[in-house]
């Protein structure tokens, strides 16, 4: 079965051999687009979050052959610059496995809300789990995001530390 | 259909760190050349110099750089272990065993085989070396011999065109097991003698103390998975010259190789490791996972091999943090000063020994926290059974035993009528304490005597909470910040709201005369008429940040912006392992000894006359292993303290817990990376509360329960408290500029300093961890 998409922007087809194969197998390993994350393949991490039609959904949980047709945005097509500037400057990468999944959820976050609260960030990345960062500076980078979009110079993430020798 | 695009390992190129401004290109072939390892190790160095704050620099030592691997890793373009490829490359799948004990009468691989697309199936009779490897102790089967000693361990290996093949194929494996009866019991294992070290700690003569105040009580605390998002991965290439080459996601590439090369029966040389994309560690790439498999199945079928194991496997594939029973019994004298400590530590290390025996040493070394006490009574074990094996995770063995002695500390403070802070105050180490190891505490700046007593600095740090007030409850409440959040659970009845602390203490560094050194080689040369400094290491960047920390250390050092990272391979000397938050200090010593060697070069050479390079091998002081009979011993090179208050809304009714701040102060000796430190000191604390409050792998007579993560919780953004942080800087004259381990010590105190609080929130005892709901509500007499 042979399935077209647009990815990122640019028109790909993909032949599947199982009805069931995820978008993200497709994507990763079939098309070679290793830009999204696979931490768990049980929609559990957010690692492997896309926009499908602008929508966030789990692309492990997303059968490729539903998508005939559809627009699918990766972390390489769907996250502002600023978005990404903000999360190197405050820290929000670690390890960064987790990082492609987040800055796609953070970029939807930001397309509904131009400045959410702490309580509606939290809500709204609940589904994005990271092992490294304890989410901190990860709502420090999209507080400076939605500042830096908003047109205001980028503010750097307020350093929490007073170093007291 | 597109070809899968040939994706090169991160290795290839070197990693760019241009400093400020836009990231340079990598650079081309000729520079990229590896700066040899020395043939012989040169003599050890110390870091010069020392303490002290650098000059500042523009993206030197003290600043937060952007991380050189940063621009990649928010464009998707950054390569993990799991996202390799290599033309013509076959997946590779373990069949493991669904049996926490049994023997193995027979495999049958030929149904396997005879699946078109089916290129290997291996079983311990194809090993072509060893048959066994291990960090410590080479016990762990490559494949099973005869019998299995845990449920999840490798049976056989299977190499196919892909990995849904080589899964289908591993279910055909027919495998005749005889079930054994498992022993599951860590307590029974110990008194059968069954155990991978035993460590008593003796000092004084606890028996014949009189005490004011005695507490006595047992503690349990569940198995932690360090679930790493990025799972266990890799890939494996044969050589022309019949050796193979191989990218892995490991903590320490240098050991794996000592472990690899045995096993496949190749001489080192024919073996080339270099370290794929991490995507964190925590101590479960310590432990080798897919590297000789693959290995074995590439050398097989002379075409590269990947593997990566999906989460479940993940859970199986690597060693966790041992679950741990704990009797401790804490006696103080009137004035509230300790008076004697027993303790009796059993440590489940499951299967195979792993690291256990490290384990047990920091257990029973650490096992009464920074407090100074003159009778003491230890004994400590690591038991043999068939539960999943159990090995680093970050605080190592130091994590088990903070949850009992600090919650003891709590349960004699208020028996004495002390606060918590004041009873930890008064026993403090200081400046010239011994641990119960008779370890002096030393490295601490003797001129800030305290009224003419000397300086404790975990004093100092207990004392900085004054300035730091606990959140006041808000008045109208919005009911998702209530425990229960968006399942509007509860309108605020039966919510109490509870303040505790933690101390914890960690030795940084390997203990007990392990023979810890890093390398690191530095060449300055110029490339288009620029000065850039290259950097070779092999140390593991696992997302602590240090990649950048080597570029701050060589731009500090040497005063050049561009600096490059070459690849992280064998082809470095040993940077040791990218835990005991030891790589700032090792390689981060090494890399600054390299540069002062180079420094010390260019003083009567010119660049435009050629490069300059040296390799400097760095070791820490030595230490000694501990006394087997009395524990006594200098058996830790550095110590690092963390104090954690934890405030908590805690549903009384429901057993619901919601932590709503973490405040914390930690010593670090000197502030390398800001930005970097306080991402360590979050991370390390939210690995604490995990374990406080939800994380735990259920096993069931030797099986796996939860091999998800669905059914293992890890915290998300939700269940994390917004933290606050202040940063003591007590240099330690004898690392490099004076730094401090920083990774390990939050993942300590944060999770006593959690149940603290839900202790006073609810009243209970809490000796087991995690927290559950139905530990707060038992005693209302029904089930949750
Ligand atoms: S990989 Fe899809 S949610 Fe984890
Ligand atoms: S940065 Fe490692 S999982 Fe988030």
Same mark, same amino acid.
């Given at each position: ?46 690692? #492997?979050?896309?926009?499908?039609? /602008? ?5 492990? =949980? @997303?059968?490729? %052959?539903?998508?005939?047709? +559809? &627009? ?17 400057? #405050?820290?929000?990468?670690?390890? /960064? ?5 987040? =800055? @796609?959820?953070? %970029?939807?976050?930001?397309? +509904? &809300? ?17 092992? #490294? ?33 | ?784």
């Amino acid at each position: 079965m042979r399935v077209e998409m647009r990815i990122d922007g640019e028109t790909a087809a993909a032949d599947i051999d199982r009805p069931g194969e995820s978008l993200l197998s497709t994507l990763r390993d079939r098309l070679g687009l290793y830009g999204t994350k696979n931490a768990c393949e049980q929609g559990e991490c957010g690692s #492997c979050t896309v926009l499908l039609d /602008g929508d966030p959904v789990c692309s492990c =949980l @997303v059968a490729t %052959a539903q998508c005939e047709g +559809r &627009e699918v945005k990766t972390v390489v097509g769907a996250v502002p610059r600023p978005v990404r500037d903000a999360f190197i400057a #405050c820290g929000a990468v670690q390890c /960064g496995f987790c990082t492609p999944g987040l =800055l @796609v959820s953070v %970029a939807d976050l930001l397309d +509904r &809300e131009d400045d959410p609260s702490d309580a509606v960030i939290r809500e709204a990345l609940a589904g994005n789990l990271c092992r #490294c960062t304890g989410y901190e500076k990860i709502i420090d980078a999209v507080h400076a995001a939605a500042e830096a979009m908003a047109g205001a110079p980028p503010v750097r993430a307020a350093d929490a530390t007073e170093a007291t020798p | 259909m597109p070809e899968p695009a040939r994706h090169e390992p991160n290795g290839r190129a070197a990693i760019t760190a241009g400093a400020p401004g836009p990231i340079a290109p990598p650079s081309s072939e000729p520079f990229a050349a590896p700066i040899a390892a020395p043939k012989s190790p040169t003599p050890p160095t110390r870091a010069a110099g020392g303490v002290g704050t650098p000059t500042p620099r523009t993206g030197g030592v003290g600043s937060s750089p952007a991380r050189p691997e940063a621009e990649a890793k928010v464009n998707g373009a950054f390569d993990y272990a799991s996202d390799l490829s290599f033309p013509g490359m076959l997946w590779g799948h373990t069949l493991r065993s669904p049996h926490p004990r049994a023997r193995l009468r027979s495999i049958d691989t030929a149904a396997a085989r005879a699946i078109p697309g089916v290129e290997a199936v291996l079983t311990a009779a194809d090993v072509p070396g060893k048959l066994h490897y291990g960090l410590i102790e080479d016990d762990q089967p490559v494949l099973s011999l005869g019998e299995v000693n845990y449920e999840g361990e490798p049976v056989a290996i299977v190499a196919a065109a892909t990995l849904d093949l080589a899964r289908r194929a591993a279910e055909r494996i027919e495998v005749d097991y005889e079930l054994l009866e498992p022993r599951c019991d860590p307590e029974e294992a110990v008194e059968a003698g069954d155990f991978f070290r035993y460590q008593p700690v003796r000092l004084g003569d606890p028996e014949s103390q009189v005490p004011a105040a005695v507490v006595a009580r047992e503690y349990v605390v569940g198995m932690q998975d360090q679930a790493p998002l990025g799972p266990e991965s890799g890939a494996a290439v044969p050589t022309a010259d019949g050796g193979v080459e191989l990218h892995v996601a490991t903590q320490w590439v240098h050991s794996d190789l000592e472990q690899i090369a045995p096993c496949l029966g190749l001489e080192p040389d024919r073996i080339h490791m270099a370290i794929a994309g991490i995507g964190g560690a925590f101590g479960a790439r310590e432990d080798l996972s897919v590297q000789v498999h693959m290995a074995m199945l590439a050398l097989a079928t002379g075409r590269p091999v990947k593997m990566m194991y999906d989460r479940a496997e993940s859970f199986w594939g690597h060693v966790h943090r041992h679950p741990a029973r704990m009797r401790y019994e804490h006696a103080a004298d009137a004035d509230g000063k300790l008076l004697y400590v027993k303790a009796r530590i059993v440590l489940d290390g499951g299967a195979y020994a792993s690291t256990t025996e490290a384990v047990v040493g920091n257990a029973a070394s650490l096992a009464v926290g920074p407090y100074e006490v003159e009778h003491v009574s230890v004994d400590a074990w690591g038991a043999r059974t068939n539960n999943p094996p159990c090995g680093a995770m970050r605080g190592f063995g130091g994590v088990q035993t903070c949850f009992a002695y600090e919650s003891q500390m709590d349960a004699l403070a208020e028996a004495l009528g002390l606060s918590p802070v004041e009873f930890r105050r008064r026993n403090a180490v200081a400046q010239g304490s011994k641990l119960i190891t008779g370890q002096v505490v030393d490295a601490y700046d003797p001129d800030r005597a305290d009224n003419g007593k000397p300086f404790s600095p975990l004093a100092d740090m207990l004392g900085r909470f004054k300035d730091l007030p606990v959140p006041a409850v808000p008045a109208g409440r919005d009911i998702v910040d209530l425990p229960g959040g968006t399942g509007n659970t509860t309108h605020g009845e039966g919510v109490r709201r509870g303040v505790g602390y933690g101390v914890g203490l960690k030795n940084v560094c390997y203990s007990e005369g392990f023979d810890d050194y890093s390398t690191a080689g530095v060449r300055l040369e110029l490339v288009d008429g620029q000065t850039v400094a290259f950097v070779h290491t092999a140390a593991a960047e696992v997302g602590q940040g240090h990649w950048s920390l080597q570029t701050q250390i060589v731009r500090t050092e040497l005063d050049v912006d561009r600096v490059e990272l070459l690849p992280n391979d064998t082809k470095a000397g040993s940077a040791g392992s990218s835990s005991a938050s030891r790589q700032s200090y090792m390689t981060g010593g090494a890399v600054k000894a390299a540069c002062e060697a180079v420094r010390e070069l260019l003083q009567d050479h010119d660049l435009a006359d050629g490069p300059v390079e040296a390799t400097r091998v760095f070791r820490h002081r030595a230490t000694k292993p501990m006394d087997p009979v009395t524990g006594q011993g200098e058996s830790h090179v550095q110590l690092a303290l963390c104090v954690h208050r934890a405030t908590v809304d805690v549903d009384i009714e429901l057993g619901l817990v919601k932590v709503v701040d973490l405040t914390c102060v930690q010593d670090v000796g000197k502030i390398m990376n800001p930005v970097a430190l306080e991402g360590q000191i979050h991370g390390g604390s939210a690995q604490g509360l995990g374990l406080a409050v939800m994380e735990e792998m259920i096993t069931e007579q030797g099986r796996v329960r939860n091999a998800s993560f669905t059914d293992y919780l890890i915290p998300t953004i939700l269940d994390m408290p917004p933290m606050r942080l202040r940063i003591v800087e007590n240099a330690d004259p004898e690392s490099p500029y004076g730094l401090r381990g920083a990774g390990e010590p939050p993942t300590l105190s944060s999770t006593p300093a959690i149940v603290a609080a839900i202790r006073d929130a609810t009243g209970l005892a809490l000796t087991q961890i995690p927290v559950r709901p139905e530990h707060l509500t038992a005693h209302l007499g029904r089930q949750p």
